[in-house]
């Protein structure tokens, strides 16, 4: 591959899918700053980073050196100028509230240098939104990533009409050195690709808890029979994505939508975990509790023994 001219990257946001593109691209062998605004927010990172170096021994075969030397390319910092100082790309992953989102754009501003790019890690929202707020809209599109970044290794590019050519050869460029699959966006399109498709199923799992018609459980389940070979269900995706993300998804699109049921998923979620302080997988409990949750076990989607019957018949009886 040729020498890349964007070694030096800044993720901005020390959340769960932040701390995982700054993770695997420390990996994949690139200098990275990680900005959040609070220490409190980066020991947590940090605390996962202990947590991708056991996986990434354990399921890319990463050696003690790898691990050795992808903690050596990572820094923290709550300093945003000192953060960007040296960037050749930004990655915004910061919450999926709209207005966060700008004052973040309009605050880093002044501290860019001339040539760094800046991309949106955004879930659902668009890069015309933002686009503005950078102050170089020609540098600026969309690469959002999929949680698991290590294996579910997808870079969904986006441009908005101001995008220049060579910003998104640039980006995917970027996200192939980074050992992604480069998956194109023809046009705007809230959601992209993975969460038009997720969650649209990720709320409607939700809404059958919500309203008490099943159990993560037997939502995954059937979710993992109807789609053999997959590794998780929706319940189980969820704390995978963290239910801050969720919530704030929920939120926004329940309002913009005006989508009841949407609300109350979003509802339920502030109730039941954030509430709680429940975090999903990354703080070691969700619908499930880990490191080892039930629908990892193997007979997880295997037809119950008879035995069984009554336990679960009795799950179907209507008060």
Request: hydrophobic share 40%.
């Given at each position: 591959?040729?020498?890349?001219?964007?070694?030096?990257?800044?993720?901005?946001?020390?959340?769960?899918?932040?701390?995982?593109?700054?993770?695997?691209?420390?990996?994949?062998?690139?200098?990275?700053?990680?900005?959040?605004r609070s220490e409190e927010g980066l020991e947590r990172c940090r605390t996962a980073h202990?947590?991708?170096?056991?996986?990434?021994?354990?399921?890319?075969?990463?050696?003690?050196?790898?691990?050795?030397?992808?903690?050596?390319?990572?820094?923290?910092?709550?300093?945003?100028?000192?953060?960007?100082?040296?960037?050749?790309?930004?990655?915004?992953?910061?919450?999926?509230?709209?207005?966060?989102?700008?004052?973040?754009?309009?605050?880093?501003?002044?501290?860019?240098?001339?040539?760094?790019?800046?991309?949106?890690?955004?879930?659902?929202?668009?890069?015309?939104?933002?686009?503005?707020?950078?102050?170089?809209?020609?540098?600026?599109?969309?690469?959002?990533?999929?949680?698991?970044?290590?294996?579910?290794?997808?870079?969904?590019?986006?441009?908005?009409?101001?995008?220049?050519?060579?910003?998104?050869?640039?980006?995917?460029?970027?996200?192939?050195?980074?050992?992604?699959?480069?998956?194109?966006?023809?046009?705007?399109?809230?959601?992209?690709?993975?969460?038009?498709?997720?969650?649209?199923?990720?709320?409607?799992?939700?809404?059958?808890?919500?309203?008490?018609?099943?159990?993560?459980?037997?939502?995954?389940?059937?979710?993992?029979?109807?789609?053999?070979?997959?590794?998780?269900?929706?319940?189980?995706?969820?704390?995978?994505?963290?239910?801050?993300?969720?919530?704030?998804?929920?939120?926004?699109?329940?309002?913009?939508?005006?989508?009841?049921?949407?609300?109350?998923?979003?509802?339920?979620?502030?109730?039941?975990?954030?509430?709680?302080?429940?975090?999903?997988?990354?703080?070691?409990?969700?619908?499930?509790?880990?490191?080892?949750?039930?629908?990892?076990?193997?007979?997880?989607?295997?037809?119950?023994?008879?035995?069984?019957?009554?336990?679960?018949?009795?799950?179907?009886?209507?008060?």
């Amino acid at each position: 591959m040729e020498n890349s001219e964007f070694n030096n990257l800044t993720v901005a946001g020390a959340g769960v899918l932040g701390g995982q593109i700054a993770w695997h691209s420390a990996y994949k062998g690139k200098n990275v700053a990680i900005f959040n605004r609070s220490e409190e927010g980066l020991e947590r990172c940090r605390t996962a980073h202990k947590t991708y170096a056991y996986i990434y021994k354990q399921d890319l075969g990463a050696t003690d050196k790898d691990i050795q030397e992808t903690e050596g390319r990572l820094t923290f910092s709550t300093d945003l100028k000192q953060a960007v100082a040296n960037a050749d790309i930004v990655i915004e992953a910061i919450p999926e509230i709209p207005d966060a989102k700008t004052k973040f754009y309009q605050s880093m501003m002044p501290f860019l240098p001339k040539h760094t790019l800046l991309a949106t890690n955004s879930s659902t929202l668009l890069p015309s939104s933002f686009a503005e707020a950078t102050g170089r809209p020609e540098k600026f599109c969309a690469l959002h990533f999929a949680n698991l970044i290590w294996s579910l290794n997808i870079g969904e590019v986006m441009a908005h009409k101001g995008t220049s050519e060579q910003t998104l050869v640039d980006v995917t460029r970027f996200a192939i050195e980074i050992g992604m699959v480069p998956i194109p966006l023809q046009k705007e399109y809230n959601g992209y690709v993975c969460n038009a498709l997720s969650v649209p199923i990720l709320n409607a799992a939700q809404s059958l808890i919500t309203s008490g018609a099943s159990t993560p459980e037997y939502v995954d389940r059937t979710y993992m029979i109807l789609n053999r070979g997959c590794a998780l269900g929706p319940c189980g995706l969820m704390d995978v994505v963290g239910f801050k993300t969720l919530f704030d998804v929920l939120s926004h699109w329940g309002e913009a939508n005006q989508d009841a049921k949407m609300l109350a998923n979003a509802q339920y979620i502030k109730e039941q975990f954030l509430d709680k302080g429940l975090q999903g997988m990354q703080g070691g409990q969700g619908y499930y509790k880990y490191p080892n949750p039930s629908y990892q076990a193997p007979d997880f989607i295997d037809v119950p023994d008879i035995s069984k019957a009554k336990e679960i018949a009795m799950m179907a009886k209507l008060d």
